[in-house]
T-cell receptor, first 112, second 112 residues
Framework: DTGVSQNPRHKITKRGQNVTFRCDPISEHNRLYWYRQTLGQGPEFLTYFQNEAQLEKSRLLSDRFSAERPKGSFSTLEIQRTEQGDSAMYLCASSYFGGTQYFGPGTRLLVL | GQQVMQIPQYQHVQEGEDFTTYCNSSTTLSNIQWYKQRPGGHPVFLIQLVKSGEVKKQKRLTFQFGEAKKNSSLHITATQTTDVGTYFC????????????FGPGTSLSVIP
């Protein structure tokens, strides 16, 4: 495996349901980032980890969003009580410290 | 808050014409990165500029970082249909955690 992988690639859910996404970074990378991208916009920073420590969270990340990286490898992003406004592409990226960020293919979420 | 802006938002060119997108930051950047996102795809890293006034070339693409490290440009010479996509600049802020902020992107269409 030479790239960042994300699962699932697509998720359709009903409003009010909880969803969880997974990101597997490039194995040597110690930093992992989550972004949200809506149509016609650039990726918006949500949060990032260095190893297992969550170092920064955007104000965009409401209390319904939580992210974990328990062993410093893969990460999960959970959205509780989804709302239609949560519909977006959720991108994960990884890097070695502050180096180049490599993006995964994203998880496209649609909340009905 | 810190912002990274890009102009134009959209650009339609005839194949063979040149194309330029401009990126401006409200604050001084540690470095700037450029990404390309094809329709339906995820951002793919193109290049990173670090030094004030730096100019780098990749075949028909020329990247420039301003002297004040607050602006950057990407110029494509003699566009081809394979250049179609959205070009994002992403600035790294001088914080303890290397925060990266993406611009909104410039969407390039190339008419054959």
């Amino acid at each position: 495996d030479t790239g960042v992988s994300q699962n699932p690639r697509h998720k359709i859910t009903k409003r009010g349901q909880n969803v969880t996404f997974r990101c597997d970074p490039i194995s040597e990378h110690n930093r992992l980032y989550w972004y949200r991208q809506t149509l016609g916009q650039g990726p918006e920073f949500l949060t990032y980890f260095q190893n297992e420590a969550q170092l920064e969270k955007s104000r965009l990340l409401s209390d319904r969003f939580s992210a974990e990286r328990p062993k410093g490898s893969f990460s999960t992003l959970e959205i509780q009580r989804t709302e239609q406004g949560d519909s977006a592409m959720y991108l994960c990226a990884s890097s070695y410290f502050g180096g180049t960020q490599y993006f995964g293919p994203g998880t496209r979420l649609l909340v009905l | 808050g810190q912002q990274v802006m890009q102009i134009p938002q959209y650009q339609h060119v005839q194949e063979g014409e040149d194309f330029t997108t401009y990126c401006n930051s409200s604050t001084t950047l540690s470095n700037i990165q450029w990404y390309k996102q094809r329709p339906g795809g995820h951002p793919v890293f193109l290049i990173q500029l670090v030094k004030s006034g730096e100019v780098k070339k990749q075949k028909r693409l020329t990247f420039q970082f301003g002297e004040a490290k607050k602006n950057s440009s990407l110029h494509i010479t003699a566009t081809q249909t394979t250049d179609v996509g959205t070009y994002f600049c992403a600035g790294t802020l001088k914080t303890s955690y290397d925060k990266v902020i993406f611009g909104p992107g410039t969407s390039l269409s190339v008419i054959p």
